[in-house]
Structure formats: structure tokens, C-alpha cells
């Protein structure tokens, strides 16, 4: 640990043999350092760009009282660069600053959540199309070619009314997906 010098800092011999010194007698004390503190930048929202699973971030510098570079660490490392490319999803960043002695450490979070607000696209989709029940049939099974969609993070889900092979009974039915 770093020491100071605290007190008288010259001394003169006494009448008595004795050292008289104008304040206290020196002493050599520990710095003391004030507990580190580390406060976040506020939260970021941001949305996926058209066409691209990820998203280029930056955002200002923690507020602390000891030196950014030598005590003050990032989770994840990347974080420590201010910047970086994150992906869909919420992210938590978390800051710690340690003291220069002892093991004082404060931290903070921060959360970046990247938005997906590009809705998927339609590749291709079936043209509407007639069946023709034979004589004394009720139910007839039909078939047909599903559509296909894309998205920049993936379709994770599609619904659809009736999928092929069903039995339909004549008159008209609308079939609908939705990724």
C-alpha cells in the first residue's frame, strides 16, 4: 500500500538533548482512499436495422472516482470498449470498480435490448385453387404447397388454419398462415 507523510516534516535539537518538532512528530500513514462508487449510463433500446440480425452500440462511460483504465472491469469484456455489435435480445452489462488498495469493489448494470421490429417476409405462397368432390363424397383430403417465409433473426413460429392433407366438406374455405 502508498504512504504519506504526516506531521512535523523538519525537527530541531532541543536545549534538553530532545528533538522539538514545530507540529506533531512525523509519521508515515496509509493513503487514504475514499471508498470507489461506479454509476451506469441509463438503459438503451434499440432496433434491429432491415435486413440484419445485430446492431452496432455505443453509449457513454460509467461515472467513477478511481482511474477507467487500471480498476474498473467489464462484464462482458467487450463492454470496457464502450461499443460493440449486440445481438437480438436483452443484454446486461455490468461494471466494477475496485479500490487502488484493499478489495473495496462497487458495481453497477446496465441493460441494452435490441428490438426485432421487422416483420417476416412472404417467399412464396400458394395460388388459390379448386377441388372437385365425386359423386356422393362429403369430405375430399386436399394438399398443396406450403408457404415460405424469411426473417433477419429466423421465423420461430408459424400458424396456420389447416395444414395439407385435410378433409374438407364442399363450399369455400380461406386457409391462413402466419409466421
Not at 483504465?69 to 462482458?76: I, K, L, T
Not at 394438399?143 to 396456420?160: I, K, L, S, Y
Request: hydrophobic content about 35%; charged content about 15%.
Amino acid at each position: 500500500s502508498q504512504l504519506t507523510l504526516e506531521g512535523g516534516q523538519s525537527a530541531t535539537c532541543g536545549h534538553t538533548g530532545q528533538w522539538q518538532y514545530a507540529a506533531s512528530p512525523p509519521s508515515c500513514n496509509p493513503i487514504q482512499y475514499p471508498p470507489p462508487f461506479i454509476l451506469c449510463p441509463p438503459d438503451i433500446v434499440k432496433p434491429l436495422p432491415v435486413g440484419s440480425s445485430s446492431v452496432y452500440v455505443m453509449f457513454s462511460q460509467p461515472k467513477t472516482n478511481v482511474d477507467w483504465f487500471r480498476y474498473v472491469s467489464a462484464e462482458p469484456k467487450w463492454a470496457k470498449q464502450l461499443e460493440g455489435n449486440v445481438k437480438l435480445g436483452k443484454h446486461v452489462i455490468t461494471f466494477a470498480a475496485s479500490s487502488p488498495i484493499g478489495d473495496n469493489v462497487s458495481n453497477c448494470s446496465m441493460t441494452i435490448h435490441v428490438k426485432d421490429t421487422e416483420p417476416p417476409r412472404v417467399i412464396s405462397c400458394p395460388n388459390s385453387f379448386e377441388e372437385t368432390l365425386s359423386r356422393g363424397q362429403m369430405l375430399k383430403k386436399v394438399g398443396w404447397a406450403e408457404p415460405v417465409f424469411r426473417d433477419n433473426v429466423g421465423v420461430h413460429e408459424m400458424t396456420a388454419s389447416f395444414l395439407p392433407g385435410h378433409y374438407f366438406p364442399e363450399v369455400k374455405h380461406h386457409v391462413l398462415y402466419q409466421a
